[in-house]
Nanobody, 125 residues
Framework: QVQLVESGGELVQAGGSLRLSCAAS????????MGWFRQTPGKERDFVAS????????RYADSVKGRFTISRDTAKNMMYLQMNSLKPEDTAVYYC??????????????????WGQGTQVTVSS
């Protein structure tokens, strides 16, 4: 079984930066890709970024391109999201997800097998 634990969310002022972390554990953790999503109350969980675990191919949502950077450390089973130039509209609960087997897509919640519990990011104006 795979467990994902996010951390790093907090209250930050607009224009500031945060780094989220996602720690993965499991007997033999070897996902095909991992990703970050975010969700606000009453809305669907939206794609933010994803990374192919072995090759490192990356995708971003248009809303975060140029501001957010996804990365991973395969030796430590860690994934990160560096968020710069934060805006109030980035306020959300951020979730990390993992997909174990091959999939051509990584931008839908249905593409993922496992999820963390989420970490709250609040950006004040």
């Amino acid at each position: 079984q795979v467990q994902l634990v996010e951390s790093g969310g907090e209250l930050v002022q607009a224009g500031g930066s945060l780094r989220l972390s996602c720690a993965a554990s499991g007997r033999t953790f070897s996902p095909y890709f991992m990703g970050w999503f975010r969700q606000t109350p009453g809305k669907e969980r939206d794609f933010v970024a994803s990374v192919n675990w072995n090759v490192g191919n990356i995708r971003y949502a248009d809303s975060v391109k140029g501001r957010f950077t996804i990365s991973r450390d395969t030796a430590k089973n860690m994934m990160y999201l560096q968020m710069n130039s934060l805006k109030p509209e980035d306020t959300a609960v951020y979730y990390c997800g993992a997909r174990i087997k091959y999939s051509p897509r990584s931008t839908r919640t249905s593409d993922y097998d496992y999820w963390g519990q989420g970490t709250q990011v609040t950006v004040s104006s």
